[in-house]
């Protein structure tokens, strides 16, 4: 599988950025996004299975929307839009994608998103 991650950048505490990512070349289950704050072990944000059924966690419920973009239909891709964000939420963002066995999830490069008090 191929995953290719766009957005992220520098914001304010209370602004918004988006994400996006694209996987294709493969059966996706599900797909979605991981964080890594600096000195931080790499935890979960969110993702969206293949039927739509979003889950977050909890330090972002509310604040952040994954949605799926069904229009693309050559590859399964993910938009996060992230508001209200908070200097706790910067971190590199890693794109994922779950596939069914034998296959090992894939992982995008990470996106770096920074958010100044």
């Known amino acids: 599988v191929q995953l290719q991650a766009s957005g992220g950048g520098l914001v304010q505490t209370g602004g918004s950025l988006r994400l996006s990512c694209s996987a294709s070349g493969s059966i996706i289950n599900a797909m979605g996004w991981y964080r890594q704050a600096p000195g931080k072990r790499r935890t979960y944000v969110t993702s969206?299975?293949?039927?739509?059924?979003?889950?977050?966690?909890e330090a972002v419920k509310g604040r952040f929307t994954l949605s799926r973009d069904n229009k693309d239909t050559a590859a399964f891709t993910i938009n996060l839009q992230m508001d209200n964000l908070k200097p706790e939420d910067t971190a590199v963002y890693y794109c994922?994608?779950?596939?069914?066995?034998?296959?090992?999830?894939?992982w995008g490069q990470g996106t770096q998103v920074t958010v100044s008090s």
């Open positions: 969206i299975t293949n039927g739509g059924i979003t889950n977050y966690d």
């Open positions: 994922y994608a779950d596939l069914p066995p034998p296959w090992e999830d894939g």
